[in-house]
Every structure is written in structure tokens, then in C-alpha cells.
Nanobody
Framework: QVQLVESGGGLVQAGGSLRLSCSAS????????MGWFRQDPGKEREFVAA????????DYADSAKGRFTISRDNANNTLHLQMNSLKPEDTAAYYC????????????????WGQGTQVTVSS
């Protein structure tokens, strides 16, 4: 069992930055690939960024490339998402996910989810 708790969301103006964190607990959590997804009300949950457990390889949605950076601190079981140059369309609830697949690119590939943290970008 893996427990995930996100933090760092909030209200920011367009062009600003936020750093999301996800604290993970449970056995062998460092053996799980991890990722960030986001969801607007009435829309499907969508992939944002992922990082593998093995070599730390990263993947990003096209909307996140060049602006967001995913990283993990295995010593402290923490996942981060640095978000720069935020846009109003980045407004959503952001969810941390963990799973045993080599990489998490779709919501169905995740085994565990956090409760989400809201990010609101004003224009």
C-alpha cells in the first residue's frame, strides 16, 4: 500500500510559478514510477508529467514541455512538479500518482492516487 499526499497548490497570476510536492509513504515506494495528472470539473483526468522509478526518465505532455519539471527525491520519498510560466488553462486539480508500470502516461496506469491539490491561474 502506498499513501500519497500533495501540497503546494494555490492561486497565482499568469506567468507565475508554483512548486507542487507529493509526499509518499509505504513499503518500497522508491520502486514505483510516479507522475502528475490534472483534471478540470467535467473533463477527463489528463497526463501532465511522469518519472520512472528505475533510471529517473521523464516524460511530459506537450502542454507542459519547456515549462514544467518533474523530479523525485528518493531519499525523502518526495515527488515535485515545478511549474513556471503558468497559464490560465493550467487551472485544474493536480493529482500525484504512483504505479508499478515502467512509466505512467495514462490514468489507468496508476495504482495509487493522492487527494489532489488545486491550482488556479488568474489572467
Amino acid at each position: 500500500q502506498v499513501q500519497l499526499v500533495e501540497s503546494g497548490g494555490g492561486l497565482v497570476q499568469a506567468g507565475g510559478s508554483l512548486r507542487l510536492s507529493c509526499s509518499a509513504s509505504g513499503r518500497t515506494v522508491r520502486r514505483y514510477s510516479m507522475g502528475w495528472f490534472r483534471q478540470d470539473p467535467g473533463k477527463e483526468r489528463e497526463f501532465v508529467a511522469a518519472i520512472s522509478w528505475s533510471y529517473g526518465n521523464t516524460d511530459y505532455a506537450d502542454s507542459a514541455k519547456g515549462r514544467f519539471t518533474i523530479s523525485r527525491d528518493n531519499a525523502n520519498n518526495t515527488l515535485h512538479l515545478q511549474m513556471n510560466s503558468l497559464k490560465p488553462e493550467d487551472t485544474a486539480a493536480y493529482y500525484c500518482a504512483a504505479g508499478r508500470k515502467p512509466v505512467l502516461l495514462t490514468p489507468s496506469s496508476a495504482d495509487y492516487w493522492g487527494q489532489g491539490t488545486q491550482v488556479t491561474v488568474s489572467s
